[in-house]
């Protein structure tokens, strides 16, 4: 028979003991929590794939304003820029698999520059880790305001009429405006030079003193530029109008079947980092982009949240890299 008196006793004396066990317990567990997942002291880097300004560092900045705010740790924005946005996820990839480093960028990264690029300074599928759709910004097709057109068919038929003689700026090779114009060219049957840039900030200055005479770029730089009437948008490069801009038809409507190209925005970082952090960061990036305060922001600048899974957004990645593929090839584009 068990002696209950005697483990009564036993139990007494080891009270205090057990107690402080568990007491030591919680608190590391506590100091853990407060850590931030495991994160240290260091401030949280993320990389906007462009130059201050745009899409990228204004979505950058609100997603290291938030995370900053929900986890307790210091998230910065760091903007580099170059080589279709290689630069800022190489530098990630050569990072420690800690969580401290993040990039958001445009589809080049995760989708073309695989197939724009001979020699790439890393594996987008065995290195890149994709966390968090953000947004997308619909291109727009804007044109010089000494341009003969007024809508999309007259501007269609000047181009033809003056096949070879055009040009259009980008801002970069792989660029989601590069690609863009050369797929419109393929489905239109036109002729028109490319011009690349250092950026878009380049680009639209030319296009505006008409050193060139269109670009396609995304609305968080065109609206500006049509709000003020020194450019003109004649058409959209996606099959539904945008919101923010109903009455600019959409290039499948105008006069181009089945045209589509999307820019779209997304978080990423190495893999390796811990399902742990990843969460985390997919959770509190995903909040930044709907709040309402934010989607007011974006919605003024035609930007769409996205927000999805992170299960749906790698799916999303692989058909998004086969289409790019595809439009790389049809175009000849190469960055090297």
């Known amino acids: 028979m068990i002696n209950i008196e005697k483990f009564r006793v036993k139990f007494s004396l080891m009270r205090p003991s057990y107690f402080l066990f568990f007491y030591c317990l919680s608190f590391l567990g506590l100091a853990f929590a407060q850590s931030g ?32 705010q929900s986890t307790g740790k210091s998230f910065i924005v760091e903007n580099r820029a170059g080589a279709n946005g290689n630069i800022a996820a190489n530098t990630v990839v050569q ?10 960028t445009l589809p080049g990264v995760f989708a073309i520059n695989r197939h724009l690029f001979k020699n790439m300074p890393f594996d987008p599928d065995r290195d890149i880790l994709p966390v968090a759709m953000l947004a997308q910004s619909p291109l727009i097709l804007l044109i010089n ?17 003056n096949s070879g003689k055009l040009s259009y700026s980008s801002a970069g090779i792989g660029t989601t405006g590069h690609l863009g114009m050369e797929l419109l060219k393929q489905m239109a049957g ?7 840039y250092k950026g878009t900030a380049a680009a639209t200055t030319d296009l505006i003193s008409g050193q060139v005479q269109m670009t396609f770029d995304n609305t968080t730089n065109a609206f500006p530029h ?20 109903p009455d600019l038809p959409t290039l499948h409507e105008a006069g181009v079947p089945n045209f589509e190209v999307i820019p779209w925005f997304a978080l990423g970082t190495r893999t390796g980092v811990s399902k742990e952090i990843v969460d985390r960061v997919h959770a509190c990036a995903t909040a930044s982009i709907t709040k309402p305060e934010n989607q007011k922001r974006l919605a003024n600048a035609g930007i769409i949240p996205q927000p999805m899974s992170q299960l749906a957004l790698a799916s999303f990645v692989q058909a998004e890299a086969s289409r790019w593929g595809d439009i790389v090839r049809k175009s000849g584009a190469t960055a090297d």
């Open 226 to 245: 049509m709000r003020s009437g020194a450019v003109r948008g004649i058409a959209v490069g996606q099959k539904l109008r945008i919101d923010s801009n």
């Open 95 to 104: 990072s420690p698999p800690d969580g401290h480093h993040w990039f958001v």
């Open 37 to 68: 997942a495991g994160w240290s002291d260091r401030p949280i880097k993320i990389f906007a794939t462009s130059p201050p300004g745009g899409t990228i560092d204004l979505l950058s900045r609100m997603v290291a304003s938030e995370c900053s």
């Open 190 to 196: 036109v002729d028109i030079l490319h011009v690349p």
């Open 145 to 161: 305001n000494s341009v003969p057109a007024q809508n999309f068919p007259d501007f269609l038929k000047w181009v033809k009429s």
